[in-house]
C-alpha cells in the first residue's frame, strides 16, 4: 500500500527551539491529519486540516495543508518536555473513504 | 471524550497459538479499524470495517482475520501466530472525516 514520505525521520533539539517536519506524496489528498504518540500509547490526534492553503493553530502547533494537496507541514514553537514523542502525518483520500494513509513518523527528541 | 480500549496492553504468544484481539469503543462509531505498527514503517492497515459483519482488507491483512458481530466491538484474530507477527498492534475507530481515535495499542511477542 502507498505510504507518505515524512522527513525528517527524528529529530535532537534543545528545549525551547522550533521544530519543522513535513510529509509529501505522489497522490492528492483531500484531508490532512497530524497525530503525536507518546511512548507506549496509542496515537493522540493533533490537527485536522480539510482545504489545500489551510493553515491550522492548536496552541504552539501550527500545520499547513499544501496547495498542490500532495504535502503538509507541522511546526512546533518554544518547544517543552512534554513535546517528545513520534509525530505521525495521515492523508486522507476520497470523502466518505475513512481509510487514512500515514507517514513512517518523525521522532522528536529534546535535550536538556 | 472518544474512549477506545484494547483487551491487554501486553501479550506473549508461543508460535502456531491462535491470538484473538479485542477492542472496543464507547461513541457509537460507524468504522474501526486494525493496524500493525513497526519501527521505521509506520502504521500499516491490516483490516477495517465500516458496519457490523462487515469487513475490507487493508494493505496487509495475509495471516490475519477479523470479526465484528457487534457496532461497538472489533476483534482481530491471528489463526495461527508466527514470529513475523510480533509487532504492536492498534486498533481505532471513527465516524465520519473527522479522524480516527486510537486505543493505547498491544504489544504482542510470539515466541
Known amino acids: 500500500g502507498q505510504q507518505l514520505n515524512q522527513s525528517p525521520q527524528s529529530m535532537f533539539i534543545q528545549e525551547g527551539e522550533d521544530v519543522s517536519m513535513n510529509c509529501t506524496s505522489s497522490?492528492?489528498?483531500?484531508?490532512w491529519l497530524w497525530y503525536k504518540q507518546d511512548p507506549g500509547e496509542g496515537p493522540v490526534l493533533l490537527i485536522a486540516?480539510?482545504?489545500?492553503?489551510e493553515l491550522t493553530s492548536n496552541g504552539r502547533l501550527t500545520a499547513q495543508f499544501g496547495i498542490t494537496r500532495k504535502d503538509s507541514f507541522l511546526n512546533i514553537s518554544a518547544s517543552i518536555p512534554s513535546d517528545v514523542g513520534i509525530y505521525f502525518c495521515?492523508?486522507?483520500?476520497?470523502?466518505?473513504?475513512?481509510?487514512?494513509?500515514f507517514g513512517t513518523g518523525t521522532r522528536l527528541t529534546i535535550i536538556p | 471524550d472518544v474512549k477506545v480500549t484494547q483487551s491487554s496492553r501486553y501479550l506473549v504468544k508461543r508460535t502456531g497459538e491462535k491470538v484473538f484481539l479485542e477492542c472496543v469503543q464507547d461513541?457509537?462509531?460507524?468504522?474501526m479499524f486494525w493496524y500493525r505498527q513497526d519501527p521505521g514503517l509506520g502504521l500499516r492497515l491490516i483490516y477495517f470495517?465500516?458496519?457490523?459483519?462487515?469487513?475490507e482488507k487493508g494493505d496487509i491483512p495475509e495471516g490475519y482475520s477479523v470479526s465484528r458481530e457487534k457496532k461497538e466491538r472489533f476483534s482481530l484474530i491471528l489463526e495461527s501466530a508466527s514470529t513475523n507477527q510480533t509487532s504492536m498492534y492498534l486498533c481505532a475507530s471513527s465516524f465520519t472525516s473527522w479522524g480516527q481515535f486510537f486505543g493505547p495499542g498491544t504489544r504482542l511477542t510470539v515466541l
Open positions: 470495517s465500516y458496519d457490523v459483519k462487515m469487513k
Open positions: 486540516l480539510y482545504k489545500a492553503g
Open positions: 495521515a492523508g486522507q483520500g476520497d470523502f466518505g473513504n475513512e481509510k487514512l494513509t
Open positions: 461513541m457509537d462509531h460507524e468504522n
Open positions: 497522490s492528492i489528498f483531500n484531508t
